[in-house]
Nanobody, 118 residues
């Protein structure tokens, strides 16, 4: 059983920063299999950041240079540092875990709301 718990969301002004945390517990085969998604009202859920199989990172184009994904294996936690936030970053952010290497994201957290005011 896998449990993912997000925290760190909130209301911030444009240009501000937030750090989201995803605390993982249970049968986690690798924190490198965790990704961050977001879903804005009326829009489809999109992948924002994740680790790649080669050990690098992937970022959705609109967040490149502003968001950073990282992990702390000792704490079983994955972070998403978000800087220079824009109103269009407003969404519910979710962390998710792949079922296996390169597999689908089958386990999801409950989400945390991020609201960026202009």
């Amino acid at each position: 059983q896998v449990q993912l718990v997000e925290s760190g969301g909130g209301l911030v002004q444009a240009g501000g920063s937030l750090r989201l945390s995803c605390a993982a517990s249970g049968s986690i085969f690798s924190l490198s299999a965790v990704g961050w998604f977001r879903q804005a009202p009326g829009k489809q859920r999109e992948l924002v950041a994740t680790f790649t199989y080669s050990g690098s990172t992937y970022y959705e184009n609109s967040v490149k240079g502003r968001f950073t994904i990282s992990r702390d294996n000792a704490k079983n936690t994955v972070y998403l540092q978000m800087n220079s936030l824009k109103p269009e970053d407003t969404a519910v952010y979710y962390c998710a875990l792949r079922d296996y290497a390169l597999g689908p994201f089958g386990s999801w957290g409950q989400g945390t709301q991020v609201t960026v005011s202009s």
